[in-house]
């Protein structure tokens, strides 16, 4: 079960009560984060979302409302005593960034922190659950999307059918994988007799800041959910193009050109108060969307 709970919707400046970029994916016992923005700890805590089941932390860019707030995580987790490993993926000044702030306060983490560099389009992570791909968009800097992807066996074993014909219990992962069963009398036992098909994998694909680009389609294609920045209204098109940004229909035309099921909006910008224009513009172009509204769990189905 894939879901996402928004901690962060908000562009640079937070605004009311809006806090910037973060969000956490949830996929069955494990915690993603993806970004980090200043007060990212205090939603957090507000949201109940437990430090020690994050073990990797996605960050799409390096301007400040997508990562400020993760030396406080960082940092916080060690003196927490966390000692189990921690994989963190962004563009590779991050790693010095952080380890000056480490130095300079001569904190040393007691967990080991594992720093990916996310230098190319392609698998970034590979997890018995999950796996997670990066795409670049554009943006006025190097800035990355992610495609969170479930991972699951083919076949579901039916424990009752399996005592009957009395397969081990060894071979159970192998019977997930769509294997038959040879017993000792050398009869064949059919896959098909003893699983079930397993349910549909599903996938979550994160925009974060980009300018309108239509090459990104390729990369969130028929994804169960997609998140797309939308900074601005459609009547400040021209403005959301010279910073790099995305409007309403932009976002809500990127779901219809990947046949989404469904988007959720956000990265909004401080300027405005109500949110209600949002939904109502880019729902005219793709109906199936909600606003990334911070603390709501979104289902990926
Ligand atoms: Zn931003
Ligand atoms: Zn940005």
């Known amino acids: 079960l894939i879901g996402v709970t928004i901690l962060g919707n908000n562009s640079a400046l937070p605004a009311f009560d809006r806090h910037p970029t973060s969000q956490i994916v949830t996929i069955d016992d494990q915690l993603l984060m993806i970004d980090c923005g200043e007060g990212t700890q205090m939603q957090m805590s507000r949201y109940?979302?437990?430090?020690?089941?994050?073990?990797?932390?996605?960050?799409?860019h390096l301007h400040g409302d997508h990562y400020f707030g993760l030396i406080g995580v960082i940092t916080s987790m060690g003196l927490l005593g966390r000692e189990h490993a921690l994989n963190l993926y962004a563009p590779a000044t991050l790693l010095e960034i952080i380890n000056l702030q480490l130095k300079v306060a001569s904190t040393t983490l007691p967990f080991q922190l594992n720093?990916?560099?996310?230098?190319?389009?392609?698998?970034?992570?590979?997890?018995?659950?999950?796996?997670?791909?990066?795409?670049?968009?554009?943006?006025?800097?190097?800035?990355?999307?992610?495609?969170?992807?479930?991972?699951?066996?083919p076949r579901k074993i039916d424990r009752e059918k399996t005592l009957q014909y009395e397969i081990p219990t060894a071979f159970y992962e192998r019977l997930k994988l769509g294997e038959d069963y040879t017993n000792k009398e050398g009869e064949l036992i059919k896959n098909e007799w003893v699983t079930t098909p397993n349910t549909e994998t599903k996938v979550y694909c994160y925009c974060a800041d980009t300018i309108y680009d239509e090459t990104m389609v390729a990369h969130v294609r028929d994804c169960h959910l997609l998140y797309h920045e939308t900074t601005y209204l459609h009547d400040l098109k021209d403005r959301a193009a010279a910073r790099f940004h995305s409007t309403t229909e932009q976002a809500a035309t990127i779901a219809v050109l990947a046949n989404a099921k469904k988007l959720i909006i956000g990265h909004f910008s401080s300027k405005y108060e109500s949110l209600e224009d949002f939904l109502k513009e880019a729902t005219a172009v793709f109906a199936n969307t909600e606003l990334a509204i911070e603390g709501v769990s979104y289902a990926v189905r």
């Not at 943006?139 to 066996?153: L, Q, S, T, V, Y």
């Open 115 to 153: 720093f990916i560099p996310i230098e190319k389009n392609g698998l970034l992570c590979a997890e018995s659950k999950f796996t997670v791909h990066c795409f670049a968009v554009k943006h006025r800097i190097d800035c990355w999307g992610f495609r969170i992807a479930e991972k699951k066996n």
């Open 48 to 60: 109940k979302i437990k430090r020690g089941k994050i073990n990797h932390i996605f960050i799409s």
